[in-house]
C-alpha cells in the first residue's frame, strides 16, 4: 500500500522500509507482512480497487454513486483494521454504528425496487453487476481474515459487522445494477444425476 505521512501530509510512493518483508502499524509496532491484520485490511484494499473497476465500467448513475460513496468509506474501514485498539489518532476514523445502519438502509430501500427473491442466483449479468459479484466474495474473505484477527487481539467489534453488512449490501447492490440495466437474475437450478431424486 501507499505509504503516507499524516505529520506533513506528503505522500511517499516508495519508502524501502518494507523490504525486509514487514510493516510498522499506527503505533510503532512491526509485524510481518503475512500477519493476519495485514491480510485483513489488504483485502478491504483489494476490494475497494474491485469497486474502482466496477465503477469504470459504467454502471447505472445509482449504483455508481453508491460505489463511490464506499470506497471512501472502505479507506475508513481500512485505517481501522489497520490500527491496534489500544492507539488513538485524529486521522484514524474507526467505523460506528451509523455506518452498519446506513448499509442496512440501503439495502431496505433496494428491496422495495427489485422483484422477491424465490431461490438462489447465479452470480453474473452485466459487466458492473458481474464485478459486484466478485467483490461480494472478497468482502467475506476480508470478513474472515478480520474474524481470525479477532481472535488473536481487541479489534474494533462494529467494524465485523459492518464487513458482514456489506457482503449483502454489494449482493443487492448487483441486483440492483442488472435490474436497472433490464437484466433478470439468473435463478440457480439444483442439476442432480438421473438416477437421483430430490
Not at 511517499?12 to 493476519?36: C, E, M, P, Q, W
Not at 468509506?73 to 454504528?97: K, S
Not at 456489506?166 to 438416477?195: C, E, K, T, Y
Request: net charge negative; glycine share 6%.
Amino acid at each position: 500500500m501507499i505509504s503516507i505521512s499524516y505529520d506533513t501530509f506528503s505522500m511517499k510512493i516508495y519508502t524501502r522500509t518494507g523490504d525486509a518483508g514487514n510493516t510498522v502499524l499506527f503505533g510503532g509496532r512491526r509485524v510481518s507482512k503475512h500477519h493476519i491484520r495485514l491480510e485483513a485490511y489488504g483485502t478491504v484494499d483489494e476490494l475497494n480497487a474491485l469497486l474502482g473497476l466496477a465503477e469504470s465500467l459504467g454502471p447505472h448513475p445509482d449504483v455508481a454513486a453508491a460505489i463511490r460513496r464506499l470506497q471512501h468509506e472502505l479507506f475508513a474501514l481500512g485505517a481501522d483494521l489497520a490500527t491496534p485498539l489500544d492507539i488513538e489518532h485524529h486521522r484514524v476514523r474507526r467505523i460506528q454504528a451509523g455506518d452498519v445502519a446506513r448499509l442496512e438502509s440501503d439495502i431496505d430501500a433496494w428491496q422495495e425496487i427489485l422483484p422477491s427473491l424465490q431461490t438462489f442466483i447465479l452470480p453474473g449479468g452485466n459487466p458492473p453487476a458481474a464485478v459486484l459479484h466478485t467483490a461480494r466474495t472478497v468482502c467475506r474473505r476480508a470478513e474472515r481474515a478480520a474474524v481470525a484477527l479477532a481472535d488473536q487481539e481487541p479489534i474494533n467489534k462494529t467494524a465485523l459487522r459492518y464487513l458482514n453488512r456489506l457482503s449483502d449490501w454489494l449482493f443487492v447492490l448487483a441486483r440492483l445494477q442488472n435490474h436497472q440495466q433490464g437484466m433478470s437474475d439468473i435463478p440457480w437450478q439444483n442439476i442432480l444425476p438421473d438416477d437421483e431424486v430430490l
